[in-house]
């Protein structure tokens, strides 16, 4: 006679054991099925949220431009800050902790770039300017805004004009009564479409070989307060897919440009281009200053009128040498183009 111990002190019974084989495994919660499923979600739409702002500003940390379509993205870098903040909440509502630093690591690198790129204003001078004189950039559009820039120098009175993108009516507009009086000098170059710019003044000016570039950009020297100075129209090629190499190319000529001799210089124009632009830091490190940005005023967007301000990028520069301080900046709206204009007063020491 066996005991109930000893009974089951040997292999599990066959039926027991089928039933143990055949049990089905707990079933988790549909609850919490959904629940990582919308974490896992949320966590991809907060990775497509960054990717396209990551890799931009990659190219930014490595001082390059790179190929389209991270030159088009980067005129709008202070903008990241957008997709980087929603990126954050979607990665921390999915408690996706990668992906939260991932965001966080944008958005830290975004405004470190958005400070103010290049030098200081420098510190008050002991001895009175030697001249003062106004300085005006406009692109026109095809000529569209012809009127409004008449306008804007009959009001403002600047002694230098700078205009982009003149056609056919706009030079008969430049060379007319109404202006041949209050600038008689002059250097206009006739260009289709947005191929054509001009250079006014009512200083004397001597012209001189102008920068090389698709469009027109002349240059020429003018005599102020007994001194020589070199003055440059800026208009390079955008940075669209079909012309990128000359985008890059024409900025490199205009960096060229100011990084000979020494003497008082100015560059005033649509670069095309932003601080955020390696191709534009590169012309700053000839010793430039950007006047809108020692007025602190660096990211005042100047295209596309459509939506600047507040939504834009600041491509309308006037570069200034050492030999100026910047004692304002003005942004001019233009009707009928889509760049608005930049008026900056200046000293010269």
């Excluded at 041949?180 to 009512?202: C, F, K, Q």
């Excluded at 208009?235 to 190499?245: A, I, L, V």
């Excluded at 281009?273 to 940005?293: K, M, N, V, W």
Aim: glycine letters at 8%; charged letters at 20%.
């Amino acid at each position: 006679m066996h005991t109930g111990e000893e009974q089951y002190r040997g292999e599990v019974p066959p039926e027991i054991r089928r039933t143990a084989d055949t049990a089905p495994a707990p079933a988790v919660p549909d609850s919490a099925a959904r629940r990582a499923r919308r974490r896992r979600v949320l966590g991809w739409c907060a990775a497509l949220l960054l990717f396209p702002v990551s890799v931009p500003l990659v190219f930014r940390g490595i001082d390059a431009d790179g190929a389209t379509p991270i030159p088009q993205l980067l005129a709008f870098l202070p903008w990241f800050l957008a997709p980087a903040w929603l990126a954050l909440a979607l990665a921390v509502l999915g408690r996706r902790w990668l992906v939260t630093v991932w965001s966080v690591a944008v958005l830290a690198t975004t405004g470190w770039f958005i400070q103010p790129y290049g030098a200081d204003a420098p510190p008050p001078r002991e001895h009175p300017p030697t001249a003062r004189f106004r300085v005006l950039t406009a692109n026109l559009q095809y000529g569209q805004a012809t009127e409004a820039l008449l306008r804007e120098v009959q009001r403002e009175r600047p002694q230098l004009v700078s205009v982009q993108e003149c056609e056919s009516t706009c030079v008969e507009a430049l060379r007319g009564a109404e202006l041949r009086e209050a600038y008689p000098h002059r250097v206009i170059t006739e260009a289709g479409g947005a191929g054509g710019s001009a250079l006014l003044s009512t200083y004397p000016l001597h012209t001189r070989t102008p920068v090389p570039g698709q469009l027109t950009m002349p240059s020429a020297v003018a005599e102020i307060g007994g001194r020589e100075v070199r003055i440059q129209v800026a208009h390079p090629m955008p940075p669209e897919p079909s012309s990128m190499g000359a985008w890059k190319r024409e900025l490199g000529n205009l960096r060229d440009w100011a990084a000979r001799g020494d003497q008082p210089r100015v560059i005033a124009g649509d670069f095309n281009a932003t601080q955020d632009h390696a191709a534009f830091r590169d012309i700053l490190e000839t010793g430039l200053r950007d006047a809108a940005r020692l007025q602190g005023q660096s990211r005042t967007p100047t295209w596309p009128t459509a939506t600047s301000p507040p939504l834009g990028a600041q491509i309308d520069h006037v570069l200034l040498s050492r030999h100026f301080e910047a004692a304002d900046a003005q942004f001019l709206d233009l009707p009928g183009s889509d760049h608005r204009g930049l008026l900056v007063d200046l000293k010269m020491y």
